[in-house]
């Protein structure tokens, strides 16, 4: 008999899965400034640290604040 395959998904047992997609997006927004060799937005910027801190979700970020 063959090895035994993962589930797909990888999701957990308990259906609690880690939202990642704000980090995920982070990532891929300073790996495309570095290669644009840009600076990253002050506003994002802000708003990423914030999430960090406090951990509430970013729900839109606006440039006429």
């Known amino acids: 008999m063959g090895a035994k395959k993962k589930k797909a998904g990888g999701k ?3 259906g609690d899965d880690e939202d990642l997609s704000v980090d995920n ?3 891929a927004y300073r790996k495309k ?3 644009l060799q840009c ?3 002050k506003i994002i910027k802000g708003k990423y640290e914030e999430y960090q801190e406090e951990g509430d979700p970013i729900t839109k ?3 006429n604040s």
């Open 12 to 14: 957990k047992k308990d």
């Open 25 to 27: 997006f982070m990532k």
């Open 33 to 35: 400034c570095t290669e």
């Open 39 to 41: 600076e990253m937005s």
């Open 61 to 63: 970020v606006s440039y």
